[in-house]
């Protein structure tokens, strides 16, 4: 791979790479330094949860004189991507960086406080413990390896724990170019106040895009501590989506501090405490709503009418709230059949009942606050969620 690389490495400006061993990335990671000096964003794909560290592995010096590097996508469970100084990016320059794959606490706060210029962020924290359990006698020698020149951000630590310790700024950190930013949390629940620590003390003024995800339908991860700790320090929230809350999240007392919301987009596994949720909606005003997407997660078709029922009055809720919005544009719903084991149902929703209930959403809730088409209803089984960002649904709530 490597031998491919070299001839034209100095005139890369994007650099891709899927693997499907980790052991291929070693020969790039030892390229000398300035090797492309054109580099505008690089992609690293592995396709593995394993990953054998050589502690001969000289420092890596492949990612200096990088200058132009802005856009780096990150996808692979390993110890090393953990040690941000065995993996020395340029994290200050980056405008864009997505983390694919989970990464430990530690990683992400000590990784979040070197990127202040960021456009776009992605991350998803795990919070397991023995998160890297096998290589742990390994991570630490790392962690306590030269690497030439590095500069730590100025932090305090709490909790002494490798995985899951967080590295939280002693001054308020404001991230003053950040537009999107992508959130996913899964694994224990009794990290959250580490978590709304580190939250108090960043800032984000320009954000107008926010994903929040909490874990999956069957064991979401309690996000309401975190999201109180966010929401009042995001003034320009345009579009938000929440995915898989918790019981314990009121939305009202959340969704008040963001009057300005343009988009909103739910996912809930199919259960009564999401209809609850869903429920404690009804009562938000919205002033500048355009849209509205639902994503349910069912496990038996015979809730769905509930759910429909309550996307509805939702709708009309916020519409009698504020009778003089003329904005309001669009209402999606997703229907997706939960399963843990075994194929899912070709026919768990009926084309006949989608259309019904189609039918029952435009005859209830068109009016002249809505344009023509303005409802969508799918119950198509993704394959991905990559179908679900990039297929027909504008607003991705996943």
């Known amino acids: 791979m490597v031998k491919c690389i070299i001839p034209f490495a100095h005139r890369l400006s994007k650099l891709s790479l899927h693997l499907t061993s980790p052991e291929l990335l070693i020969p790039f990671l030892t390229l000398p330094s300035g ?20 502690l001969d592995l000289p420092p890596v010096k ?15 469970s390993s110890p090393i991507i953990s040690i941000p100084k065995r993996f020395p990016l340029a994290w200050s320059q980056l405008t864009c960086l997505k983390f694919e794959e989970p990464i430990r606490l530690r990683t992400f706060s000590e990784i ?33 390896s030269d690497n030439g020149d590095y500069n730590a951000p100025d932090y305090v630590m709490q ?9 939280i700024p002693q001054e308020l950190l404001t991230f003053s170019h950040l537009k999107s930013l992508r959130l996913a949390f899964t694994g224990r629940r009794d990290f959250d106040q580490l978590l709304t620590n580190a939250f108090a003390m960043l800032c984000f003024p320009t954000v107008e895009s926010l994903e ?7 064991n979401p991860y309690p996000l309401a501590n975190i999201m109180a700790s966010i929401f009042p320090s ?45 429920r404690s909606c009804h009562d938000i005003t919205f002033k500048h709503l355009t849209s509205f997407a639902l994503g349910v997660d069912l496990t038996y078709s015979s809730i769905l009418d509930d759910y429909v029922e309550e996307f509805c009055a939702c709708i009309e809720a916020w519409l009698y709230q504020c009778p003089h919005c003329k904005q309001f544009q669009k209402a999606y719903m997703h ?22 209930f189609l039918e029952y959403m435009e005859t209830r809730l068109m009016r002249d606050v809505l344009v023509p088409g303005a409802f969508e209803l799918h119950t198509k ?4 969620y990559d179908e679900l960002e990039n297929g027909y649904n504008p607003y991705k709530f996943i």
Do not use: W
Request: a negative charge.
């Open 159 to 167: 909790d002494d724990n490798d995985d899951t310790s967080i590295l």
């Open 234 to 278: 995001l003034p320009s929230l345009r579009h938000l989506s929440l995915a898989y809350m918790d019981s314990q999240i009121e939305p009202r007392s959340l969704l008040t501090l963001c009057p300005e919301l343009e988009s909103l987009a739910l996912r809930f596994s199919g259960t009564v405490d999401g209809l609850a949720l869903l």
């Open 381 to 384: 089984q993704l394959e991905s």
């Open 212 to 218: 929040l995800i909490g874990g999956g339908a069957t």
């Open 112 to 144: 979040i406080c070197q990127c202040t210029q960021l456009e776009v962020a992605a991350f998803h924290i795990s919070l397991h413990l023995g998160f890297f359990e096998e290589d742990t006698d390994d991570v630490d020698e790392l962690e306590n």
């Open 62 to 76: 492949v990612f200096d004189g990088t200058p132009q590097l802005k856009t780096v996508i990150l996808g692979m």
């Open 335 to 356: 229907i997706c059949e939960d399963k843990d084991e075994g194929r899912y149902s070709d026919n768990f929703v009926s084309a006949q009942e989608a259309s019904k």
């Open 35 to 54: 090797t492309m000096p054109l580099l505008k964003t690089l992609i690293l794909l592995i396709n593995s949860n394993v990953f054998n560290i050589r």
